[in-house]
C-alpha cells in the first residue's frame, strides 16, 4: 500500500472526503457547498466546502484550510497519522482528486479560505444599499423570533446586497469595522470586513458578551421596560473572536457571559471562567438563566406569553369544537354514573398507592412511575431534571404540605385522612 504524500492529500475532493465520513451538504450554491459543523452540534449549516477551490471554512470559529488542516483537526492527530489514515482509507474507496495546477498555468491554484476574499466578483457579497427597516417579511421574521420591530430598528438596518448577480433584502446589524451580519428566514452570512460589535451606552463598570445578535436583541427585548439595565454590551458575531476580545473585555470590572449553550460556546465560557483566577470573580456564566435552550432567543421565543389578540385567535379557531364538545357532553348524562364511578376507583387506587407499588409486577410498577411522571427523565449536560408531576399527584402533594402547619390534635399525615369527601 504507497502512502500519500501530503501534497496528494491536500488534492482528495473535500466533498467526497466528507461524504466518506458520513457528512452531507444542506444546501449547494454553485460551488458552495454548506454543511451543518462536523466540529459541533448546531442547527444552522455554517461550514463551508469551495468544490473549486477544495478548501473550507467554518463560520462558527473563523477556522479554514485544505483537506489536511480539516483532517488533523477532525482527528485531533499529526499529519501523519493523517496520511496512514488516508492511506489506508484510499484503498477502499475511490476518492476523486484535484489537480495540482489551474488549467493552461503552470502555477499552483491560490490559496484562500471559503467565506474569505475569491477570485470571482460575483461570489463576493456586496451591499448595495440600507435604509429603516420595513419590508414586512423582515418584520414577520422578527415576529418570529419574538423580537419587537421597534428593538429591532434601534440597532439593525434593511440592507440590499448582491450575491451572485442576485439581489437580497435582509437585516443587518452593524460592525465595528463597517461590515454587517445578514439575516432573514432563507439566509444567515455576513460581508466583509468581519469583526465584533460593541455596544456602549451610560458609563458602567459592567460588560455583556452574547455570542450572536439575536440573543443580543432578545437581551434588549427583556429588559426593554427596565430603567436601568447593562448598557455596554459585547456582540462577538463569531466564536473566532473571544480570545481576541480578551483585551477589551479586561477593561472592565464585571463581564457577564451570555454564550450559547452549545458544546463551543459552553467551552469558551468554561475557559473564561478560568481566567478568574485571582480576580474574585470577573467572569460571570449567565448562562444558567436559559438552561435548557440553545440561546438566549430560543428561550424567549418559548417563554414568550400570548398576547389578547393572539388569544381571540386562537379561540375563535377552536371555538366550534369546543360547542361541538360540549353539546355531545350535555347529551350523555348516562355517562355521568360511570364516570363517577371511574373518579371514585382513582382516589381508591391513589390513597393505597404504596400497597399497590410494593406488591405490583415490573410491567405494573413502570406503568404506575408513568402515570406520577408523564414525561421523559432529561439530562440537560449538567443535571438530571425532576420530570413534571402528573396534576392530580401534585394537587394531593400540595395538601399534604399545606396541612402539616396544622396544629389542634389534627393529623399532618394525608394517608390518615379519608380520601372521599361528599359533596
Known amino acids: 500500500m504507497k502512502k500519500l504524500t501530503c501534497a496528494e492529500a491536500k488534492q482528495i475532493d473535500l466533498v467526497d472526503y466528507l461524504a466518506s465520513l458520513g457528512h452531507q451538504p444542506q444546501k449547494v450554491r454553485n460551488q458552495d457547498y454548506w454543511y451543518l459543523s462536523p466540529f459541533r452540534e448546531e442547527k444552522t449549516s455554517s461550514f463551508k466546502v469551495n468544490r473549486q477551490l477544495n478548501i473550507w471554512y467554518d463560520h462558527g470559529t473563523g477556522k479554514g484550510g485544505n483537506l489536511v488542516n480539516f483532517g488533523t483537526l477532525y482527528f485531533n492527530c499529526t499529519v501523519g497519522d493523517l496520511l496512514n489514515r488516508l492511506s489506508q482509507q484510499q484503498s477502499g474507496l475511490a476518492f476523486s482528486f484535484h489537480p495540482l495546477t489551474i488549467s493552461g498555468s503552470q502555477h499552483p491554484a491560490p490559496v484562500s479560505f471559503a467565506g474569505e476574499k475569491k477570485d470571482n466578483p460575483e461570489s463576493k457579497i456586496v451591499i448595495c444599499d440600507t435604509r429603516s427597516l420595513g419590508e414586512q417579511p423582515l418584520l414577520d421574521y422578527l415576529e ?14 434593511e440592507v440590499d446586497f448582491l450575491l451572485y448577480g442576485k439581489k437580497h433584502t435582509v437585516i443587518g446589524f452593524p460592525n465595528n469595522a463597517g461590515g454587517y451580519e445578514l439575516r432573514n428566514e432563507y439566509f444567515k452570512g455576513s460581508s466583509s470586513p468581519k469583526d465584533v460589535t460593541l455596544q456602549q451606552g451610560k458609563r458602567s463598570d459592567d460588560l455583556v458578551v452574547f455570542e450572536g445578535f439575536f440573543s443580543f436583541l432578545s437581551f434588549q427585548t427583556i429588559n426593554r421596560n427596565m430603567e436601568a439595565p447593562l448598557s455596554n454590551c459585547l456582540v462577538l458575531n463569531s466564536l473566532s473572536f473571544f ?6 473585555m479586561e477593561e472592565y470590572k464585571q463581564i457577564h457571559l451570555t454564550l450559547d449553550r452549545d458544546a ?160
Open 264 to 423: 463551543a460556546g459552553i467551552n469558551n465560557t468554561r475557559k473564561a471562567l478560568e481566567w478568574n483566577i485571582g480576580k474574585q470573580d470577573k467572569y460571570i456564566d449567565r448562562s444558567e438563566f436559559y438552561k435548557g435552550h440553545k440561546d438566549l432567543n430560543d428561550w424567549l421565543m418559548l417563554k414568550e406569553e400570548i398576547t389578547a389578540a393572539e388569544y381571540r385567535e386562537i379561540k375563535a379557531e377552536y371555538q366550534p369544537e369546543i360547542n361541538s364538545l360540549e353539546a355531545q357532553l350535555s347529551n350523555t348524562p348516562a355517562q355521568r354514573s360511570k364516570i363517577d364511578d371511574i373518579v371514585n376507583k382513582a382516589v381508591d387506587n391513589v390513597s393505597r398507592l404504596d400497597y399497590l407499588f410494593e406488591n405490583a409486577t415490573i410491567t405494573e410498577k413502570r406503568e404506575i412511575v408513568c402515570s406520577i411522571y408523564p414525561e421523559k427523565l432529561t439530562f440537560d449536560g449538567f443535571n438530571y431534571r425532576t420530570p413534571r408531576l402528573n396534576e392530580a399527584v401534585r394537587l394531593i402533594c400540595s395538601l399534604d404540605t399545606a396541612f402539616q402547619g396544622i396544629k389542634k390534635g389534627h393529623s399532618s399525615n394525608i394517608s390518615e385522612m379519608s380520601p372521599k369527601v361528599t359533596p
Open 144 to 157: 418570529k423570533r419574538s423580537i419587537p420591530p421597534e428593538i429591532a430598528s434601534r440597532f439593525c438596518q
Open 243 to 248: 480570545e481576541k476580545s480578551r483585551p477589551l
